[in-house]
């Protein structure tokens, strides 16, 4: 069997001459390297920290970067280099405080 790849590379597997048997392939696993884009911009990461501050429960504080690689379940992302928050989804998840006015630039 002959994989033609041609952007990236080709392959073949063929039976070795002391089998009686045709080709057997188990698994194949092919990676590709995709670069990561910027982390997601400061400001939204100082709102977005203030915001997990005020949570009564702690389900929502997830660990690393919002947007990058995954989406958090509840942070919505735009494409741009660097990601910005566009939406953080809050409602049923018990804020405690008062949201500052004029604070948040997300």
């Given at each position: ?21 045709g080709l057997l ?11 990561i884009s910027s ?62 006015e004029g604070r948040?630039?997300?």
């Amino acid at each position: 069997m002959n994989v033609k790849l041609s952007f990236v590379f080709s392959f073949s597997f063929q039976k070795t001459q002391d089998s009686s048997e045709g080709l057997l392939l188990n698994a194949i696993e092919i990676s590709k390297y995709v670069p990561i884009s910027s982390k997601t911009d400061k400001r939204d990461m100082n709102v977005l920290g203030e915001f997990r501050s005020m949570l009564a429960s702690k389900d929502l504080i997830e660990e690393g970067d919002p947007s990058v690689p995954a989406e958090w379940e509840w942070v919505t992302c735009s494409l741009n280099s660097p990601p910005r928050i566009t939406k953080m989804w809050l409602k049923g998840n018990s804020l405690n405080g008062t949201i500052p006015e004029g604070r948040w630039d997300i």
